[in-house]
C-alpha cells in the first residue's frame, strides 16, 4: 500500500519538496531527438539560433500548464476531455499511440544502446537496445509511482549536471550567446529553427503529466498555482539543459555536416576527449546514457498510463462524464474507488499500472519494435520519430484550446488571455511545422 497523498498543498518552502511531476515530464521529454537537432543546429549556425530553443522552451510550458490545468480544473483526464470532443480526437489518438508505440519503442532503445556500445562495447547497439527495452520494461513493470518518481528525479540531476559541466567546460563566448538570442533566419535555418521549437520538451509525454499529478494526490484548482510552481521548474531545467547541449554543439563541432551522420551524438563524445582527455568523453557518455534512460522509462510508464485511460474512456457510453475513478475499472479493482476522495487519485493510478491495457502497451512498446532495431539505423529511426511527434503537437496544442475555453471545466480552471494567446501561437506553429516537415521529408 503506498503511502498518504497529500491532502492540501504545501506552502512555503515545503512547496519545492513537494516537486516531482514536472521533473517526470522533464526527464521524459528531453531525448535523443532534442539532442541530436540541438547538436546539428550547433554545428550549423552556432548559436545564432538560441532564441529558437528558448522560445520552444516557452511554448511547451504554456502547454504543459494547459494539460495540468485541465486535469486539475475538470477533474477528469485528457482523454476523457477528448472523447467529449467527438470520436474524431480519440480515434485519432487511438490510431496515433499504436503507431507511435511501434516507432519509439525502437527509437529509445538504440538511443539507450548507442551510449551502451560505446561504453563497454561486447555488443552491436541493437543487442545494447534489446537489453535496455527489456531491463525498462521489468522496472515499470514492478516499480510504483512514487518509487519510480525517486529513481527518475536522480537520473534528471545527474544529466542535467553532466550536460551543464561540459557547457561550463567548453568556455562558451558570452557574447556569441547575448547574441544568439536575438531572433534572426540564416539562410537554410528554417528547418532547424521549427525543429528547434517544435522539439524541446517531448510530444506525447506531455499528456501523461496530469497522471503523474493523479498519482501524487494533486486535484481540484487549489492545486494550480502548485502545479504551475512544479510545470515550470520542469521546463526551466529542460530550457537550460537544450541550451547547454547548443553550446557544447556550437563550440566543439561547429562547421561540421553531421545531417547524415549516423555516429551522431557520439561525434560529440570523441571530439570532446580529444580535447580534454578521455574523462571527457565519459561524463558526456553517461549524461548522454542518463538522458536516453530516463527517456525511456518515462515513456514506458508514461504512455502506458494513456494507453490504459484510452481502453478505459472507449468503452464509456458517448456523452458520459468520466470522473478518473474511472480509471480503476481498467484493473477490475471497483473498489478502489471507495476510498477516501483525498487519498483516492493516488491509489487509483497505482491500480492502473497493475492493469491489462497499462501492462499490454508495455509489452508493445518493448517486443516488437525489437524488429526495427534489426535496420542498423538509430539515427534513422529518430527522424521517423520526429516526423510523428510533428503530427501530434498541433492537435494537443488546438485540444487544448477547444477544452479549456469550454464549460467543462471551472470557471477559474479556463484560459484567459494569455494563455489563448500562447496556445494560439503553439497551433499555428505547430501547423508549420507539420507542413514544413511534410515537404523536407517528401517534397
Do not use: C
Not at 525502437?106 to 537489453?131: D, E, H, K, Q, Y
Not at 516499480?143 to 536522480?154: N, S
Not at 528554417?190 to 503529466?209: S, W
Not at 485540444?399 to 496556445?423: A, F, P, Q, V, Y
Amino acid at each position: 500500500m503506498e503511502t498518504s497523498p497529500q491532502v492540501a498543498p504545501p506552502t512555503g518552502r515545503a512547496r519545492f519538496r513537494g516537486l516531482g511531476p514536472g521533473l517526470l515530464a522533464a526527464a521524459t521529454g528531453v531525448g535523443a531527438g532534442d539532442l541530436i537537432a540541438t547538436m546539428v543546429a550547433g554545428a550549423e549556425y552556432g548559436t545564432l539560433l538560441l532564441w529558437a530553443a528558448v522560445l520552444g522552451t516557452g511554448l511547451k510550458l504554456a502547454l504543459g500548464e494547459g494539460v495540468g490545468r485541465w486535469h486539475l480544473a475538470s477533474g477528469s483526464t485528457l482523454l476523457d476531455g477528448w472523447r467529449r470532443l467527438g470520436r474524431w480526437a480519440t480515434g485519432f489518438f487511438a490510431a496515433y499511440i499504436v503507431i507511435w508505440g511501434f516507432v519509439y519503442g525502437a527509437t529509445a532503445m538504440s538511443a539507450v544502446g548507442l551510449p551502451l556500445n560505446a561504453l563497454f562495447g561486447g555488443l552491436p547497439v541493437r543487442g545494447w537496445a534489446m537489453i535496455a527495452g527489456v531491463v525498462g520494461l521489468v522496472l515499470v513493470w514492478l516499480q510504483r509511482y512514487h518509487v519510480f518518481e525517486k529513481f527518475m528525479t536522480v537520473l534528471v540531476l545527474f544529466k542535467f549536471v553532466s550536460v551543464v559541466s561540459i557547457a561550463v567546460l567548453v568556455a562558451p563566448d558570452l557574447g556569441n550567446l547575448a547574441n544568439g538570442l536575438v531572433p534572426r533566419l540564416p539562410e537554410g535555418s528554417t528547418v532547424y529553427v521549427l525543429g528547434l521549437i517544435g522539439g524541446v520538451g517531448g510530444t506525447i509525454t506531455m499528456a501523461a503529466y496530469g497522471y503523474w499529478m493523479f498519482a501524487k494526490g494533486w486535484r481540484g484548482t487549489g492545486w494550480l498555482s502548485m502545479m504551475r510552481l512544479d510545470n515550470a521548474v520542469g521546463y526551466v531545467m529542460t530550457g537550460i539543459f537544450v541550451v547547454a547541449m547548443l553550446i557544447v554543439g556550437s563550440t566543439v563541432l561547429f562547421g561540421q555536416n553531421l545531417t547524415q551522420s549516423d555516429s551522431g551524438l557520439l561525434v560529440l563524445g570523441t571530439a570532446l576527449g580529444e580535447r580534454y582527455g578521455d574523462w571527457a568523453r565519459l561524463l558526456f557518455l553517461i549524461g548522454f546514457l542518463a538522458v536516453t534512460s530516463s527517456s525511456l522509462l518515462g515513456v514506458w510508464n508514461g504512455v502506458s498510463l494513456l494507453f490504459a485511460d484510452l481502453t478505459r474512456t472507449i468503452r464509456l457510453p458517448h456523452g458520459r462524464k468520466a470522473d478518473v475513478g474511472a480509471a480503476a475499472v481498467v484493473a477490475g479493482e471497483e473498489a478502489v474507488v471507495e476510498v477516501e476522495p483525498e487519498r483516492a487519485a493516488g491509489y487509483r493510478v497505482s491500480a492502473v499500472e497493475r492493469s491489462l491495457p497499462f501492462r499490454g502497451y508495455l509489452l508493445w512498446l518493448t517486443f516488437p519494435p525489437m524488429v526495427l532495431l534489426f535496420l542498423d539505423k538509430p539515427f534513422g529511426l529518430t527522424l521517423v520519430y520526429g516526423l510523428l511527434g510533428s503530427v501530434f503537437m498541433p492537435f494537443l496544442a488546438i485540444t487544448l484550446m477547444l477544452l479549456l475555453n469550454s464549460e467543462r471545466i471551472e470557471r477559474d480552471g479556463r484560459s484567459g488571455w494569455l494563455s489563448n494567446l500562447l496556445l494560439g501561437a503553439s497551433s499555428a506553429l505547430f501547423l508549420v511545422l507539420l507542413v514544413s516537415d511534410l515537404v523536407e521529408r517528401f517534397g
